[in-house]
């Protein structure tokens, strides 16, 4: 399985921010990588896909870059309803697999 | 507006069974693959299952292999787990998901989730 490696697992920011969130993938995966953002008691949403594709309705303030084995979400100026928790995943292939998460909060 | 609501979690002994359900709504259901992923507690997200779009194709994870079967009712626009010979690592929120397209795609619409809790 290709596993994905978050760094960091967690940080503190203020509003306004840039943050950025990096995942490593044990082996190349094209820009099979996917970003998602959970909140608690809310559903899981896609931010971006192909490794740098905003997803329809995303904030224009997310990002994201990368291709073989090394990518990074960023965003450009933390919002309040940024806070929140930021996994990577690859569909490159079977089984796809996740980050484990970098939460992000309130500094 | 798409929506996805699960429903059928609760608390199960180990070795017993549930069975999870997933309604889906505001999009053509026959049109796109579908997918469970759950997340235990303090723990990532967990692939668990991907059933494409006619149901002809079907995927487990190997911590599920055997005891999990997914199956989906297009005329019901509607996604199932069936979930057998329960452990307690199986307690996790589960999730449904869209794909985007028929299987390898991101998921681009989540539901809320609902939680199976497996402890004596």
């Known amino acids: 399985d290709t596993q994905m490696t978050q760094s960091p697992s967690s940080l503190s920011a203020s509003v306004g921010d840039r943050v950025i969130i990096t995942c490593r993938a044990s082996q190349s995966i094209d820009t099979y990588v996917n970003w998602y953002q959970l909140r608690p008691g809310r559903a899981p949403k896609l931010l971006i896909y192909a490794a740098s594709t905003l997803q329809s309705g995303v904030p224009s303030r997310f990002s994201g870059t990368g291709s073989g084995t090394d990518f990074t979400l960023t965003i450009s100026s933390l919002q309040p309803e940024d806070f929140a928790t930021y996994c990577c995943q690859q569909s490159y292939s079977s089984p796809p697999t996740f980050g484990q998460g970098t939460k992000v909060d309130i500094k | 507006e798409v929506q996805l609501v699960e429903s059928g979690g609760g608390l199960a002994q180990p070795g017993r069974s549930l069975r999870l359900s997933c309604a889906a709504s505001?999009?053509?259901?026959?049109?796109?693959?579908m997918h469970w992923v759950r997340q235990a507690p303090g723990k990532g997200l967990e692939w668990v299952s991907t059933?494409?779009?006619?149901?002809?194709?079907?995927g487990y994870a190997d911590s599920v292999e055997g005891r999990f079967t997914v199956s989906r009712d297009n005329a019901k626009n509607s996604l199932y787990m069936q979930m057998n010979s329960l452990r307690p690592e199986d307690t996790a929120f589960y999730y449904c998901?869209?794909?985007?397209?028929?299987?390898?795609?991101?998921?681009?619409?989540w539901g809320q989730g609902t939680l199976v809790t497996v402890s004596s």
């Open positions: 998901a869209k794909d985007l397209g028929d299987g390898d795609s991101p998921y681009d619409s």
């Open positions: 059933i494409s779009r006619n149901g002809g194709n079907i």
């Open positions: 505001g999009f053509n259901f026959d049109d796109y693959a």
